[in-house]
């Protein structure tokens, strides 16, 4: 076993694990840090199969935590990873007149709370929806992330902070180690097994959160996962440039998905196609492997188009499908809070997740608050 003085390791390759990875070695001043990823390049996994909305509030209007936090960090993001964003379309939320969750007028009073701009769509804009099922169409600040652009940043600033990254390593058990180390074992593609310590840990692997400890028997996590599929597709001309999303329940949005020159598609109703709560020695991405999987995409544009009649003439390209996972406990409000927490059987060990990819200058400041790594 190696024993790494003033080292850090990062399990998980997702945008949340690499930065982290360079907050600590480039600000924190950590010596030596790790990336242990079981796939076979960096953002791979949720990083890269999402809506890529770069949030700004208006998705959350029953969680204002949630809503005020993504208005606060927005621009932040869109400077730090300016190159990554695409902001060269219009993006427009409508609110449906029935089985909503928020009214127009509740709407509006939420934006004005949180400070993100809207107004009224434009009557070409306006005129593309079904009035007998639509109220209310606003245009507002929102922008998508290209996650191959992304990945590529990833590569680059982790090369030059000499940050090494073990691809196709899977961490099988965290255990608390000797002189208050963090003990890692690891397993890659032959099936080699490997074990080295660490001062301080940093599980970020999402949906795997849980499948880190091997021992663990209480405090665990409330996770709830769902296998997602996320349509891609041809948008019609209308389209091209703008994106949409219906709320707020059990509706659609649609919009850029640069990292492959098209549109995503997904459907509150018809993007889930199945559910479990948490539980140890139950991969989640196992499961996804196993299940036979089918889309779905006839159904969620043949719903939407209710509401968008114009998306009926959408081409569809590919599906996606990935695992998505969520704290239990916000299911009622679709909250999405950032869980930071250290484990309490391998003491240095933190649990991080964020729904958001936004969320991330929530997660530094988390960081900046554990006294072993205070400045």
């Known amino acids: 076993m190696e024993i790494a003085t003033g080292s850090a390791c990062i399990i998980g390759g997702g945008f949340y694990g690499v930065v982290i990875a360079l907050y600590l070695k480039r600000v924190k001043g950590v010596e ?6 079981r796939e076979d390049r960096l953002l791979s996994r949720a990083s890269f199969v999402n809506q890529t909305r770069v949030h700004s509030g208006y998705h959350y209007p029953r969680s204002f935590v949630t809503a005020f936090r993504s208005r606060q960090n927005f621009h932040r993001f869109c400077s730090d990873w300016s190159n990554c964003v695409k902001s060269d379309f219009q993006k427009y939320y409508a609110i449906a007149r029935r089985n909503s969750k928020v009214t127009p007028l509740q709407f509006r009073r939420f934006c004005e709370q949180i400070g993100a701009p ?10 593309l929806f079904n009035p007998v099922l639509i109220e209310a169409v606003y245009k507002v600040e929102e922008y998508a992330f290209d996650a191959v652009k992304l990945r590529s940043w990833a590569n680059q600033e982790l090369a030059a902070s000499g940050i090494n990254c073990n691809f196709g390593h899977l961490v099988v058990d965290a255990t608390a180690g000797i002189g208050n180390t963090v003990q890692v074992l690891t397993r890659d593609g032959s099936g080699a097994e490997e074990s080295r310590s660490y001062s301080i840990g940093f599980n970020c692997t999402y949906s795997g959160l849980s499948q880190v400890e091997a021992k663990q028997s209480s405090g665990r996590l409330r996770l709830k996962h769902e296998i997602t599929e996320l349509a891609l597709i041809e948008p019609p001309p209308e389209l091209e440039k703008i994106g949409v999303t219906v709320m707020d329940g059990p509706f659609f949005s649609t919009m850029p998905f640069p990292a492959k020159a098209c549109h995503s598609l997904s459907h509150v109703r018809y993007t889930p196609h199945s559910f479990w709560i948490d539980k140890y020695g139950l991969s989640p991405y196992d499961v996804l492997e196993q299940s036979t999987l089918e889309t779905r995409v006839d159904r969620m544009i043949r719903d939407a188009s209710r509401y968008l009649p114009v998306l009926a003439k959408s081409k569809y390209r590919e599906s996606l499908f990935d695992v998505k996972t969520v704290l239990e406990k916000n299911e009622s409000d679709d909250g999405r809070p950032i ?3 250290e484990s309490t059987l391998t003491p240095g060990l933190y649990s991080v997740l964020g729904g958001k990819i936004d969320n991330i200058y929530d997660i530094l400041e988390s960081i900046d ?7």
């Open 118 to 127: 809207l107004e009224e769509a434009e009557t070409e804009i306006s005129q």
């Open 369 to 375: 608050d554990l006294p072993q790594l205070r400045c």
């Open 339 to 341: 869980l930071f927490r």
């Open 32 to 37: 030596n840090v790790e990336i242990y990823e």
